[in-house]
């Protein structure tokens, strides 16, 4: 009976691991030293993270951080205690990030996709999908025929973007088990420390 190569193949891996296991058969790997929390595998249930340290800059103190990657919402640089958690109606960074105010305190301005709504104005009607009054789907699990909105944009900050902490975190003082070799490429030159968001969202979507 012939065997097809992919098991040929893999036999002999097994064969070559055996004979692996029989030349180390005295060096035992202890359960420890496995992966990189270097703890026993089978109490995971006492297993606690390692204490992290946050910065402590108080907010205009601190220096910022360059984007990880084109737009990429920038990490907070400055202490969050006593700002979280945010709330719709308790937002403190508001206080230094709005627009109006950011240049006097030092801060990164809040950017005009965060005062804008992208979304279609779109109802319920039956069982039929109404945009902006004119019909665009035949049944509820129909809408592929809605095209993106026009963006509309906002003299206050578009609510689904109040929780600044979903995508904007502080950056832990610690040293990663595993290093990091992405280097970020940037389209414009300040494109590390700016966002053009606005400008590039509708990159790669057919509009028409």
Known sequence: MKLKKSWVGLLSLVAIAAVGCASGAGNTVSEESLGLRKTNLYSEDKVTPPPVEYTKAAPG???RFDRAYENAPPMIPH???GLLPI?????ACLGCHMPDVAKSMGATPIPPSHFTDFRPVT?????KVVKEGKVVGKDIGNTSDIKLAKAKKLNHLYQGRFNCS????????????????FTP???TKDGAKKSNLIDVIN???DVQ
Do not use: R, W, Y
């Open 61 to 63: 103190t601190s220096k």
């Open 79 to 81: 202490s969050v205690e």
């Open 87 to 91: 709330t719709k109606n308790n937002n």
């Open 123 to 127: 109802v319920m009607k039956g069982n």
């Open 166 to 181: 979903q995508c904007h975190a502080p950056q832990a003082n610690i040293k990663p088990l595993v290093k990091n070799n």
């Open 185 to 187: 490429d940037f389209k």
């Open 203 to 205: 990159e790669g979507v």
